[in-house]
């Protein structure tokens, strides 16, 4: 079992950056991959990135590539998904997920924080 929270989240205009962080106090985290996905209301859950138990592969969707970074300091056990350039299309509940290795789908994570709300203001 695995618990994680999430946190970081909050209000930002446009253009702005948020740094989030998904902790875990079991020292098994450092063993497990982490994804970060997103709800915005009325819309499914999706996959945003998504980073391997060392760190050394990482993984985004189209949409935030070249604009978010996902990290991880397994000394910390925590990820963190560095977001610059926000739209308002960035809007949303943010998830950490982990998974005994890197994930695309949502259905295949078996461990889930309780979400973060990151809203972007035009």
């Known amino acids: 079992q695995v618990q994680l929270v999430e946190s970081g989240g909050g209000l930002v205009q446009a253009g702005g950056s948020l740094r989030l962080s998904c902790a875990a106090s079991e020292r098994t985290f450092s063993s497990y991959a982490v994804g970060w996905f997103r709800q915005a209301p009325g819309k499914e859950r999706e996959f945003v990135a998504a980073i391997s138990w060392y760190g050394g592969n990482t993984y985004y969707a189209d949409y935030v590539k070249g604009r978010f970074t996902i990290s991880r300091e397994n000394a910390k056990n925590t990820v963190y998904l560095q977001m610059n350039s926000l739209t308002p299309e960035d809007t949303g509940v943010y998830y950490c997920?982990?998974?005994?290795?890197?994930?695309?789908?949502?259905?295949?994570?078996?461990?889930w924080g309780q979400g973060t709300q990151v809203t972007v203001s035009s």
């Open positions: 997920a982990a998974e005994a290795g890197v994930r695309w789908s949502r259905n295949e994570y078996s461990f």
